[in-house]
């Protein structure tokens, strides 16, 4: 294992700051039955009069009982977007320093490299999409500050193998962050039972996929205590609003549903599978651990407007490198799924 230095990963003026304290920072550990005239709200009562709990504490108590994980190693934000960005300016110098992104891949890290002015290198997935650790490792520098790896991948679907993740995590010195936002829909476990034995590791998952709350905006980030102690001094005191929290608490507390949802994803996506093997234009199935199917065809431009004329919108994923005519659909209900294979074998 490499030497890591979280003091010297950190940005020198990140390092100095202490985070916004505000009114409501101080009111929960008080008590009840406070007259509150501390933050100039209307004191006209409804659900969202007063500022949510900037740190969410009743959220993060019932994610981190779900999770097996403690509340101070959680970090929360406005999507997965959110908390990715807050890695972006407190850990990487603009102009300066780099990441390292392994297409094809999820596009948001690139764009916030891009936002953050970032250095964002490319090493590519292999042919049957695993990370290429050695090239990977050959390209950090002493700039390089984080290795973003999603798995399961999005677009491909695979997730990348323990060992590879394993080699990356023991032999880079900056954070490897792993995007678990499909880790509900594979067999593989996730990285959060490891997150003790890496001090380099921070994972991320999100409530808009499995969970069904995209509309909501919740990106969960977990760390150490001390990386997650690094970012709630850059975060905005209110990140995460009232509505959300509510209804994120509410939605945590009904495993039953989404359990069920999953499932039934899960077996819809064993159909589809079976299904598209029989279509002539479908070349290549990708075996997914995730709510979508990566498909390649004989041509997916024309494919992907043929699809469109028909009212069914997939994603065509083919000016991603690895992906040359492919299209992403996502695992949708019965009836919708039925709809793409009709289609399908309408356009034959
Ligand atoms: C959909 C998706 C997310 C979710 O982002 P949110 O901002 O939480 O909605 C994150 N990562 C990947 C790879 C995704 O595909």
Same mark, same amino acid.
């Given at each position: 294992?490499? +030497?890591?230095?979280?003091?010297?990963?950190?940005?020198?003026?990140?390092?100095?700051?202490?985070?916004?304290?505000?009114?409501?920072?101080?009111?929960?550990?008080?008590?009840?039955?406070?007259?509150?005239?501390?933050?100039?709200?209307?004191?006209?009562?409804?659900?969202?009069?007063?500022?949510?709990?900037?740190?969410?504490?009743?959220?993060?108590?019932?994610?981190?009982?779900?999770?097996?994980? =403690? =509340?101070?190693?959680?970090?929360?934000?406005? *999507? #997965?977007?959110?908390?990715?960005?807050? $890695?972006?300016?407190?850990?990487?110098?603009?102009?300066?320093?780099n990441i390292i992104?392994?297409?094809?891949?999820?596009?948001? &890290?690139?764009?916030?490299?891009?936002?953050?002015?970032?250095?964002?290198?490319?090493?590519?997935?292999?042919?049957?999409? @695993?990370?290429?650790?050695?090239?990977?490792?050959?390209?950090v520098d002493?700039n390089t500050k984080?290795?973003?790896?999603?798995?399961?991948?999005?677009?491909? *679907?695979?997730?990348?193998?323990?060992?590879?993740?394993?080699?990356?995590?023991?032999?880079?010195?900056g954070?490897?962050? !792993?995007?678990?936002? &499909?880790?509900?829909?594979?067999?593989? =476990?996730?990285?959060?039972?490891?997150? /003790?034995? %890496?001090?380099?590791?921070?994972?991320?998952?999100?409530? #808009? /996929?499995? %969970?069904?709350?995209?509309?909501?905006?919740? *990106? !969960?980030?977990?760390?150490?205590?001390?990386?997650?102690? !690094?970012?709630?001094?850059?975060?905005?005191? %209110?990140?995460?609003? @009232?509505?959300?929290?509510?209804?994120?608490?509410?939605?945590?507390?009904?495993?039953?549903?989404?359990?069920? @949802?999953?499932?039934?994803?899960?077996?819809?996506? =064993?159909?589809?599978?079976?299904?598209?093997?029989?279509?002539?234009?479908?070349?290549?199935? %990708?075996?997914?651990?995730?709510?979508?199917?990566?498909? +390649?065809?004989?041509?997916?431009?024309?494919?992907?407007? @043929?699809? $469109?004329? /028909?009212?069914?919108?997939?994603?065509?994923?083919?000016?991603?490198?690895?992906?040359?005519?492919?299209?992403?659909?996502?695992?949708?209900?019965?009836?919708?799924?039925?709809?793409?294979?009709?289609?399908?074998?309408?356009?034959?």
């Open positions: 294992m490499r +030497k890591f230095e979280l003091n010297k990963l950190v940005r020198p003026n990140v390092d100095g700051l202490k985070p916004y304290s505000s009114a409501r920072d101080e009111y929960k550990s008080v008590g009840e039955e406070m007259v509150f005239l501390d933050a100039n709200e209307n004191p006209f009562p409804s659900d969202v009069n007063r500022y949510p709990d900037p740190q969410q504490r009743n959220l993060k108590a019932e994610l981190g009982k779900i999770k097996g994980i =403690a =509340a101070e190693n959680i970090l929360l934000g406005n *999507g #997965s977007d959110e908390v990715l960005d807050l $890695l972006f300016r407190a850990f990487c110098e603009p102009g300066i320093e992104t392994l297409p094809p891949t999820y596009g948001m &890290y690139s764009v916030l490299a891009g936002i953050n002015n970032i250095e964002n290198r490319e090493v590519l997935l292999s042919r049957d999409f @695993q990370p290429q650790v050695q090239q990977i490792l050959e390209i002493k984080m290795i973003f790896l999603c798995s399961p991948n999005n677009p491909t *679907g695979n997730s990348f193998s323990e060992e590879s993740v394993t080699e990356i995590l023991k032999n880079f010195d954070l490897v962050v !792993i995007d678990e936002a &499909y880790i509900d829909f594979s067999e593989k =476990a996730s990285w959060l039972k490891k997150l /003790k034995n %890496y001090p380099n590791l921070v994972i991320t998952q999100t409530l #808009s /996929k499995a %969970y069904g709350l995209a509309g909501i905006r919740l *990106g !969960i980030l977990y760390a150490s205590v001390e990386i997650i102690s !690094i970012l709630n001094r850059i975060k905005p005191p %209110y990140n995460v609003n @009232q509505l959300t929290q509510e209804r994120a608490l509410e939605e945590l507390k009904d495993r039953e549903k989404v359990n069920m @949802q999953v499932a039934d994803i899960l077996k819809e996506r =064993a159909k589809l599978n079976k299904a598209l093997k029989g279509i002539e234009l479908v070349k290549e199935i %990708y075996d997914s651990d995730a709510n979508f199917i990566l498909v +390649k065809v004989d041509d997916a431009n024309r494919r992907y407007e @043929q699809l $469109l004329e /028909k009212g069914i919108v997939v994603r065509n994923r083919s000016s991603q490198p690895l992906c040359e005519n492919t299209l992403r659909s996502t695992v949708g209900t019965k009836s919708e799924n039925e709809k793409l294979l009709e289609a399908l074998k309408a356009i034959q």
